[in-house]
C-alpha cells in the first residue's frame, strides 16, 4: 500500500512544503525522479518494495505533480539540499538513493553533500555533467521523447499534450516548466570535476539506446566517480525503469541488499 505524507523541510533558502509517497517497510531507499514526474517511477517503486522487502520512498520534486513551488527553489543544488534535509527528518540511515534522468543528476549532488545518512548511490540514466562530443538531447518536443528515451519507441505511452484531459494537460505543462527552470540545459559544466569527491559505493547504470545521454555519457558519468560500477542495461533506453522494470530491478537487487 502506497501512502502520502505533506511534510516541511527547513533550508538555507526558506521552509519548503514537500510531499512523499511511501511504500513498504525495511531498509530505505529514495528514489528521485527525472522530468517525467513521480508517475514515472511509482509502479517501479512498488516493484521495488515488493521484490525486495524495502521501505520505498519517492519525494515529488516541487512544481511537479501539481505540488507547489517556493520561488526560493531553483536548482538542482537546492534540491540536494532539501533532501539531504528530509533524510534528517525522517531519521534514515543508511539509505540507498537512486535517481532516474535529473534525479541521478540530484542523487549525485547528494553525495557530494556527504550526508552520513546516504549509505550508496545508483545513478539510472542521469544528466548533469558536460562531455564533450556527447551533448545531452535537451528542449525535446513532447512528440520526440518517446524516439530520444525508448528503445522500443512503440511501446512508450502516449506524450501528446493535447490528447490529455485539462488538468492532465496543467500538470504536464507545469512539470515540463519546472524541470526547465531546475535543469536550465540539462548540465552543469562544473560537476563533472566535483564527481571524484563521491565517497560512497555508487552504481551507474545505463540504458544502451540512450538517446538522451548515450552510452560514452554514461560511462563518463561513471569513470569519474571513485571505484564506481558501470552497467550496461540492454533493449531499454533513457527510463528503464518504465521500459525494462525488471532488467532494472535485477540491476539494483544486489546493490540495495549490500
Known amino acids: 500500500m502506497t501512502t502520502s505524507t505533506s511534510l516541511t523541510i527547513s533550508t538555507s533558502f526558506g521552509d519548503v512544503p514537500l510531499t512523499i509517497d511511501e511504500r513498504g517497510t525495511g531498509r530505505p531507499i529514495v528514489i528521485l525522479h527525472g522530468g517525467g514526474g513521480p508517475n514515472s517511477v511509482a509502479a517501479f517503486a512498488d516493484l521495488l518494495a515488493e521484490e525486495t ?13 501539481g505540488t ?6 531553483t536548482s538542482v543544488e537546492n534540491l540536494a539540499e532539501l533532501y539531504a534535509g528530509l533524510l534528517d527528518a525522517l531519521e534514515l540511515d543508511d539509505t540507498t538513493v537512486i535517481g532516474n534522468s535529473m534525479g541521478g543528476w540530484i542523487a549525485a549532488e547528494l553525495a557530494l553533500r556527504h550526508s552520513p545518512r546516504v549509505g550508496r548511490v545508483s545513478l539510472v540514466d542521469s544528466v548533469g555533467i558536460e562531455v564533450e562530443g556527447h551533448p545531452v538531447a535537451a528542449d525535446l518536443a513532447p512528440t520526440q521523447l518517446a524516439e530520444f528515451s525508448w528503445y522500443d519507441p512503440s511501446k512508450a505511452p502516449s506524450l501528446d499534450p493535447s490528447a490529455l484531459p485539462p488538468a492532465a494537460r496543467e500538470i504536464f505543462a507545469a512539470n515540463r516548466a519546472s524541470l526547465a527552470l531546475y535543469g536550465k540545459r540539462m548540465v552543469d559544466p562544473t560537476l563533472l570535476g566535483r564527481l571524484p569527491g563521491i565517497d560512497v559505493p555508487t552504481l551507474v547504470l545505463w540504458g544502451e539506446a540512450d538517446r538522451i545521454g548515450d552510452v560514452d555519457y554514461g560511462r563518463a558519468f561513471a569513470a569519474a566517480i571513485p571505484d564506481a560500477r558501470f552497467e550496461l542495461l540492454l533493449h531499454t533506453g533513457h527510463v528503464p525503469q518504465m521500459e525494462t522494470p525488471e532488467v532494472l530491478l535485477d540491476a539494483l537487487r544486489e546493490f540495495v541488499a549490500a
Open 68 to 73: 507547489p513551488r517556493p520561488e526560493s527553489l
Open 53 to 65: 522487502g524495502t521501505r520505498v520512498i519517492v519525494p515529488v520534486h516541487p512544481g511537479f505533480g
